[in-house]
């Protein structure tokens, strides 16, 4: 199963590319299905989550190949609109297949995703987007079984700006006959990403990462190119964890617009910061200092994603730091593990309250989900001694190889 072995007390110094972003080439693979032909995904993250995915295009009559950097989907030949339950189950946010097994095969059938560590994973409002362009979908036996032998385009709007379901009505109003509107949209990078690899590939959509998204549905398709974009939260990450161990690294291939919360967050903290172009230098030393309670919100607010590594960046900090996580209803599990090092943590409800302490002590500790997991890992290398971290699947679902670019910036990690 693995674990990590990671010796504290080193800074950090050097230069690294960030991966591809995990929260966009997933929706972007359940895309591909739209064309009876060949995509090409450059910059495309190793990740377990891929894996999965990749695993549900072969089921539905996929070819899927790696060419270097690039995964290589070839959509022709798709014979199923079905998802096994096994299928299902490696991967949460595989609900994200289903507008798109509808506008290609007019018809799905996937078991309901079930709750992840984050807590429950409803879908309601995916499921209402789709029966509002024309879905027939009943939901007994814990299977989703859809009908929409006619998808038609108008305007939707969903009561809250979800990720995922702004993503399952844009793959699902492709299908649709005529123009549909999505109101309330969510404004997220990721979704102008796979804006863009949509209309690479023929679609006709506008306005993502802005709260109304436009869909020309039924356009003529083509094979297409894209380069998935960076990592925001990889490279959150990486920035969280100079901040904890000190040091100077910089971050290149990445946007810093998409997360200029995390950044504004670490310099109220003390941390020296220069962003440009394509790269984000980040430089720590001595202890940082509490900053203004940090609530998680929909783009462009702070990430639910980056909150946990934020919190055990901020573990040694001078001062009181209050964390709101708005977003999951369970999102504190790290919190257990962070305090057998010390951390004083106290969590009431959606409010985590972390007072900076002097020292960290490594501990062993068990990942508990994928951000909670690269949470552990940031806080080990602040830490005085040893820290061993099981269960570290859970991080391999969303970093390529978390180990290896710790080790290039100069911390002690090992796999074993
Ligand atoms: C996406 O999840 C991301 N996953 C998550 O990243 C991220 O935390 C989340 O967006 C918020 O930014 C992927 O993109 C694969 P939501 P998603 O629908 O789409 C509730 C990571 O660590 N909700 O915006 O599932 C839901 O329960 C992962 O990379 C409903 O109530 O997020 C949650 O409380 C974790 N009904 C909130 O909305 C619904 O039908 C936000 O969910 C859908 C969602």
């Given at each position: 199963?693995?674990e990590?072995?990671?010796?504290?007390?080193?800074?950090l110094?050097?230069?690294?590319?960030?991966?591809?972003?995990?929260?966009?080439?997933l929706?972007?693979?359940?895309?591909?299905?739209?064309?009876?032909?060949?995509?090409?995904?450059?910059?495309?993250?190793?990740?377990?989550?891929?894996?999965?995915?990749?695993?549900?295009?072969?089921?539905?009559?996929?070819?899927?190949?790696?060419?270097?950097?690039?995964?290589?989907?070839?959509?022709?030949?798709?014979?199923?609109?079905?998802?096994?339950?096994?299928?299902?189950?490696?991967?949460?946010s595989?609900?994200?297949?289903?507008?798109?097994?509808?506008?290609?095969?007019?018809?799905?059938?996937?078991?309901?995703p079930?709750?992840?560590?984050?807590?429950?994973?409803?879908?309601?409002?995916?499921?209402?987007?789709?029966r509002?362009?024309g879905?027939?979908?009943?939901?007994?036996?814990?299977?989703?079984?859809?009908?929409?032998?006619?998808?038609?385009?108008?305007?939707?709007?969903?009561?809250?700006?979800?990720?995922?379901?702004?993503?399952?009505?844009?793959?699902?109003?492709?299908?649709?006959?005529?123009?549909?509107v999505?109101?309330?949209?969510?404004?997220?990078?990721?979704i102008?990403d796979?804006?863009?690899?949509?209309?690479?590939?023929?679609?006709?959509?506008?306005?993502?990462?802005?709260?109304?998204?436009?869909?020309?549905?039924r356009?003529?398709?083509?094979?297409?190119?894209?380069?998935?974009?960076?990592?925001?939260?990889?490279?959150?990450?990486?920035?969280?964890?100079?901040?904890?161990?000190?040091?100077?690294?910089?971050?290149?291939?990445?946007?810093?617009?998409?997360?200029?919360?995390?950044?504004?967050?670490?310099?109220?903290?003390?941390?020296q910061?220069?962003?440009?172009?394509?790269?984000?230098?980040i430089?720590?030393?001595?202890?940082?200092?509490?900053?203004?309670?940090?609530?998680?919100?929909?783009?462009?607010?702070?990430?639910?994603?980056?909150?946990?590594?934020?919190?055990?960046?901020?573990?040694?900090?001078?001062?009181v730091?209050?964390?709101?996580?708005?977003?999951?209803?369970?999102?504190?599990?790290?919190?257990?593990?962070?305090?057998?090092?010390?951390?004083?943590?106290?969590?009431?409800?959606?409010?985590?309250?972390?007072?900076?302490v002097?020292?960290?002590?490594?501990?062993?500790?068990?990942?508990?989900?994928?951000?909670?997991?690269?949470?552990?890992?940031?806080?080990?290398?602040?830490?005085?001694?040893e820290?061993?971290?099981?269960?570290?699947?859970?991080?391999?679902?969303?970093?390529?190889?978390?180990?290896r670019?710790?080790?290039?910036?100069?911390?002690?990690?090992?796999?074993?």
């Amino acid at each position: 199963m693995g674990e990590f072995y990671i010796e504290g007390g080193r800074p950090l110094d050097g230069s690294l590319r960030v991966q591809g972003a995990k929260n966009s080439v997933l929706p972007i693979l359940a895309a591909t299905i739209l064309h009876r032909g060949t995509s090409v995904l450059k910059n495309c993250p190793r990740l377990r989550d891929v894996e999965a995915s990749t695993e549900i295009l072969r089921h539905l009559g996929c070819r899927c190949r790696w060419e270097g950097d690039a995964l290589v989907v070839d959509a022709a030949g798709v014979d199923r609109w079905d998802v096994p339950d096994r299928l299902m189950r490696s991967m949460r946010s595989s609900v994200i297949f289903l507008g798109a097994i509808l506008s290609r095969c007019g018809r799905a059938e996937l078991s309901m995703p079930g709750g992840c560590e984050l807590g429950p994973r409803p879908i309601d409002l995916h499921l209402a987007a789709l029966r509002r362009l024309g879905a027939v979908i009943d939901e007994g036996g814990g299977r989703l079984r859809c009908e929409a032998p006619e998808l038609v385009g108008r305007e939707l709007t969903l009561s809250m700006p979800s990720v995922g379901a702004t993503e399952n009505s844009i793959l699902a109003a492709c299908g649709c006959e005529g123009t549909t509107v999505i109101l309330n949209a969510a404004r997220e990078p990721e979704i102008a990403d796979l804006q863009r690899f949509l209309n690479a590939m023929g679609q006709r959509v506008r306005g993502a990462g802005t709260s109304t998204v436009t869909v020309e549905g039924r356009r003529p398709t083509r094979d297409a190119v894209h380069t998935v974009m960076p990592d925001r939260i990889v490279a959150a990450t990486y920035l969280a964890a100079a901040a904890a161990a000190g040091g100077d690294v910089e971050l290149q291939g990445v946007d810093y617009r998409h997360l200029s919360t995390v950044t504004a967050a670490l310099h109220e903290a003390g941390c020296q910061i220069h962003s440009g172009g394509d790269s984000i230098r980040i430089r720590s030393q001595g202890r940082l200092r509490g900053i203004r309670p940090v609530r998680t919100a929909p783009y462009p607010g702070f990430p639910t994603d980056a909150q946990a590594v934020l919190m055990a960046a901020l573990l040694r900090s001078r001062g009181v730091t209050v964390f709101v996580e708005n977003i999951f209803d369970s999102r504190y599990r790290h919190v257990d593990e962070l305090t057998r090092m010390g951390a004083d943590i106290r969590v009431e409800g959606r409010v985590a309250v972390v007072c900076g302490v002097d020292r960290l002590q490594g501990a062993e500790m068990a990942c508990t989900d994928l951000r909670g997991g690269a949470a552990l890992a940031v806080a080990a290398l602040s830490a005085e001694g040893e820290s061993r971290l099981t269960a570290i699947h859970h991080i391999k679902r969303g970093y390529e190889d978390l180990a290896r670019d710790l080790r290039l910036l100069g911390a002690q990690v090992e796999e074993r």
